[in-house]
């Protein structure tokens, strides 16, 4: 591959040598380069005010022109990217190099709405291909993408006569990357060539009720399975690496999901709205859970947290109406706001990091949901704030002074809280001692957890229980 020569440096040396031919050997250097950049800035600005400087197609000085139809940049690391066309473009063949650069990215919606566009080829150079480049090129009939390219983005064929002209149910191209299927079967075997399966390339099929997916897939990029209504049922092998934003989005269908430890992270609103998802097996190699990952689930029963996790970002589980318990983690270091909003059945939620960060509104957590956590941590903070109910872990109800036994001293304390409120005295015990004062865990505080304390104290000094 040639060096890339910037534009200016080539305008440079030739005027330098036009300039020692006119006027002498060494007259440059007399003027130095600096005073040689001013002039020809002055000509540059003489020029456009002469209708002479060229605009592009929107109007930044950074685009170049090609064939007078394409656009392009040239990046810092000498790479050069086709950013946008004319609407009147009818052909385009991508050379493999521009100014001495090498083209390697087609941009997001680069000829997106080029209504006349009939013919694209593109060079092996090319290794990315933005999202939606091609989408709306309602004539273009050919399109030929390398081996080369490694990444495409979602929907880049989307209302094309190339993609419509398609006779395999299963439209791939560059390495392994699955554009769509065109197919109309129940269950279906995606084929073991796939690496990827792109953005939208299953979205609102709405005959698919079952998918199997090969250990060669490695991602499962945005929108690749949204508005498949009638999808219940998804295996997917181990390898799977990762799932962009939205891949299962109102899937209304989908009754399961088990995700293989080699998933690193799902995308935002990945699973929302799966409203008869009912289990949920997570990988162990994840450590968030992403924006509304499961909003909207409203079949969801339980779901077990892998141990790694350190963040429930915003609105993880919003509207998961059926949601009965969860236990967050020792690494759950951070609950985004409306985390746990409108979970209306959710009776425990367990929290193990003392020092776990709250958001700090009402809605994080649903009013209806009983707090599990450490005495004295965010947990009670932000219970004891927004009135909700609070179970300390690290107590045993009856230990009424929190120093791990239960002794004389403790039944003290319960006769004494018990006293006050019979007689209408104000004491304000928090949580965690009314927590440990029902003793009988009846959810009442009165005489009989006194005398269950009392019995149990006499057993333990008589040698019938422990203490």
């Known amino acids: 591959m040639k060096h890339c020569v910037k534009p200016a440096d080539r305008f440079f040396t030739a005027l330098t040598k036009h300039w ?115 989408k709306d090129c ?52 995606v084929p073991d060539t796939v690496r990827a399966v792109g953005g939208y ?28 209504i009638n999808l219940r049922q998804v295996q997917i092998a181990n390898g ?30 990945g699973f929302s709205y799966c409203r008869s998802l009912r289990k949920v097996r997570l990988s162990q190699a994840m450590t968030q859970i992403s924006n509304t990952l499961f909003q909207g689930c409203s079949s969801l029963t339980e779901i077990e947290l892998p141990e790694n996790i350190k963040t429930i970002y915003n609105y993880a589980f919003d509207g998961c109406a059926a949601l009965q318990k969860i236990v967050l983690p020792a690494a759950v270091e951070e609950i985004g706001a409306s985390a746990f909003s409108g979970c209306g059945s959710l009776e425990q939620l367990v929290i193990l990091n003392p020092a776990c960060r709250i958001y700090d509104t009402e809605q994080t957590v649903s009013s209806s949901t009983c707090i599990n956590g450490f005495a004295n941590s965010t947990a009670e903070i932000y219970a004891r704030k927004y009135s909700r109910q609070f179970r300390p872990i690290d107590r045993q109800r009856g230990d009424m002074d929190g120093d791990g036994s239960l002794d004389t001293s403790d039944l003290f304390l319960l006769l004494y809280l018990c006293a006050c409120r019979g007689a209408g005295v104000q004491t304000n015990p928090t949580s965690v001692e009314l927590y440990c004062a029902d003793y009988n865990a009846d959810g009442k505080i009165d005489n009989l957890d006194v005398y269950d304390l009392m019995m149990h104290l006499a057993k333990v000094g008589a040698g019938l229980a422990e203490k």
């Open 20 to 134: 020692d031919r006119k006027a002498g050997e060494g007259s440059l250097r007399k003027i130095g380069r600096k005073s040689l950049f001013v002039l020809l800035a002055l000509l540059l600005v003489i020029g456009c005010f002469s209708g002479m400087c060229p605009v592009s197609a929107a109007g930044s000085a950074d685009l170049k022109i090609y064939q007078d139809t394409i656009y392009y940049t040239v990046s810092a690391m000498h790479e050069v990217t086709i950013k946008s066309a004319r609407s009147a473009v009818t052909e385009a063949v991508i050379p493999a190099e521009l100014d001495g650069c090498p083209v390697t990215e087609i941009g997001e919606y680069a000829f997106k709405d080029c209504t006349r566009l009939k013919r694209v080829v593109l060079p092996d150079t090319i290794r990315r291909i933005g999202e939606f480049a091609f």
């Open 201 to 228: 390339a299953f979205d609102g099929c709405t005959t698919v009720e079952t998918v199997q997916l090969p250990s060669s897939l490695r991602s499962i990029d945005a929108f690749a399975f949204s508005n498949c």
């Open 240 to 269: 799977l690496e990762s799932i962009g934003e939205y891949a299962f989005h109102w899937c209304v269908s989908l009754e399961q999901i088990e995700l293989p430890d080699s998933v690193k992270n799902v995308g935002g609103h």
């Open 138 to 189: 309602s004539r273009l009939t050919e399109l030929s993408i390398p081996d080369t390219v490694s990444e495409i983005g979602w929907g880049i064929v989307q209302g094309t006569s190339w993609l419509e002209n398609q006779t395999s149910d299963f439209v791939s191209a560059g390495q392994g990357i699955l554009l769509a299927y065109t197919g109309t079967e129940k269950d279906v075997t």
